[in-house]
């Protein structure tokens, strides 16, 4: 399936460091990024679908690095079915699990949980809600689990492991945890602050340095922040990617966005949402998160989104997070909602208004075009122009 987009007022790349790509167009074909920018007109000859983007924005597709999944579209703390398609209307293509903490009857023992990684990752991959690509799996460390564990686990093609939920005495009983983890070639990530739902143990700045772990989740609190002075110590000291959420403490994640730029590691700032937890299931959780960031500190939107989307993907080792040709196509147009006092998608952002998602596409295909169930009306939709696809895209009105 070949799609083209045109009329592109701005194209965000997803890549902090030249954070706005030139040209007005984009071009997909089998699921990837073909041509960003700039193609000829006879490219729209063969095209399926093309989309008139009547100058909206165009950014990467959101990438949540921290949401509770258990199996299929349910989050079964909140008995909460459906969240995953929501999120997708908020702007969220992918979403990595954060540990299928939350599966009732949560096994604690070495096979239990080997187990339940296992069979969480071959699910998820069988399945997209609503076109969202959902990379599942993420298993917990456990005392008892081995070098040989850990091999046999990668075999499966678990490539995630979360500390912070086991059953160890202390947080540093981790340290050999993660670096086993870490020789079977996964990614590592550990809670960070105060004890959550489930009574986890709290880690500290002194354990994410003992543990040097491949990010240290909700580094502004899941919802409790780690104590101020642990903040420089863990940036200067570890090497861990810091993830602020939006289930934590606004505070704090500032301060890590000061504290990255003071020393020049901004590939290391990431956002995630750690929900549905207490603070409930948030469909835009992500963009407001964005939103905050950058409404509240010295950075453009085009910044901030390069944290949820390029940053992320270059941490997680994805193809996606990035406007450029070979990545996967996972793109959003997006849109100054209607009636807000900005009339683009980023000064928008920057005022601290959420915006309204026009279009999304996962995988090269349309997930909807015109206006989000879960986002603002926007100031202008999309036209689709060109329709060979079994697919109808009849843009709703405007609300007055």
């Given at each position: 399936m070949k799609i083209a987009i045109v009329n592109i007022g701005t194209i965000v790349s997803g890549d902090w460091r030249a954070p706005i790509a030139p040209g007005d167009r984009i071009l997909m074909e089998d699921g990837l990024l073909t041509k960003v920018g700039q193609f000829d007109k006879a490219e729209l000859e063969g095209c399926d679908l093309v989309v008139d983007a009547k100058g909206v924005t165009a950014c990467p597709g959101l990438i949540d690095s921290h949401v509770h999944i258990a199996f299929g579209d349910y989050a079964p703390r909140f008995a909460t079915t459906g969240f995953l398609k929501d999120y997708l209307y908020g702007g969220t293509t992918t979403a990595i699990s954060a540990s299928e903490v939350h599966v009732p009857g949560r096994p604690s023992d070495v096979e239990g949980v080997k187990a339940l990684a296992v069979a969480a990752k071959k699910?998820?991959?069988?399945?997209?809600?609503?076109?969202?690509?959902?990379?599942?799996?993420?298993?917990?460390?456990?005392?008892?689990?081995?070098?040989?564990?850990?091999?046999?686990?990668?075999?499966?093609?678990?490539?995630?492991?979360?500390?912070?939920?086991?059953?160890?005495?202390?947080?540093?009983?981790?340290?050999?945890?993660?670096?086993?983890?870490?020789?079977?070639?996964?990614?590592?990530?550990?809670?960070?602050?105060?004890?959550?739902?489930?009574?986890?143990?709290?880690?500290?700045?002194?354990?994410?340095?003992?543990?040097?772990?491949?990010?240290?989740?909700?580094?502004?609190?899941?919802?409790?922040?780690?104590?101020?002075?642990?903040?420089?110590?863990i940036v200067r000291d570890s090497s861990a990617a810091l993830q602020v959420c939006q289930a934590g403490n606004l505070r704090t994640a500032l301060k890590t966005l000061d504290l990255v730029t003071s020393y020049n590691c901004f590939d290391r700032f990431i956002i995630g949402t750690d929900t549905p937890t207490g603070i409930g299931t948030m469909p835009e959780g992500m963009i407001k998160t964005v939103v905050e960031m950058c409404a509240l500190s010295d950075y453009s939107a085009e910044h901030m989104i390069a944290a949820a989307t390029g940053n992320v993907g270059k941490i997680y080792r994805l193809n996606c997070g990035?406007?450029?040709?070979?990545?996967?196509?996972?793109?959003?147009?997006?849109?100054?909602?209607?009636?807000?006092?900005?009339?683009?998608?980023?000064?928008?952002?920057?005022?601290?208004?959420?915006?309204?998602?026009?279009?999304?596409?996962?995988a090269g295909i349309a997930r909807y075009i015109g206006r989000s169930r879960c986002t603002p009306p926007p100031m202008r939709i999309p036209e689709v122009v060109v329709n060979r696809i079994p697919s109808v895209f009849e843009p709703p009105g405007l609300l007055h």
């Open positions: 699910c998820w991959d069988n399945v997209r809600p609503a076109g969202m690509r959902v990379y599942g799996g993420n298993v917990l460390l456990e005392p008892g689990l081995t070098d040989e564990d850990f091999q046999e686990l990668a075999g499966h093609g678990i490539w995630l492991a979360k500390a912070g939920f086991g059953s160890v005495k202390t947080p540093f009983d981790y340290v050999p945890l993660i670096q086993a983890a870490k020789r079977a070639g996964m990614i590592t990530n550990v809670h960070t602050g105060g004890a959550s739902l489930s009574l986890a143990n709290s880690i500290y700045g002194e354990h994410i340095v003992a543990m040097q772990p491949d990010v240290a989740f909700h580094i502004n609190g899941g919802p409790i922040a780690i104590p101020d002075q642990d903040f420089e110590l990035f406007l450029r040709e070979g990545c996967d196509a996972d793109l959003l147009l997006i849109d100054a909602a209607f009636g807000a006092s900005k009339s683009t998608a980023l000064e928008s952002m920057k005022n601290g208004d959420v915006v309204a998602d026009v279009a999304c596409f996962t």
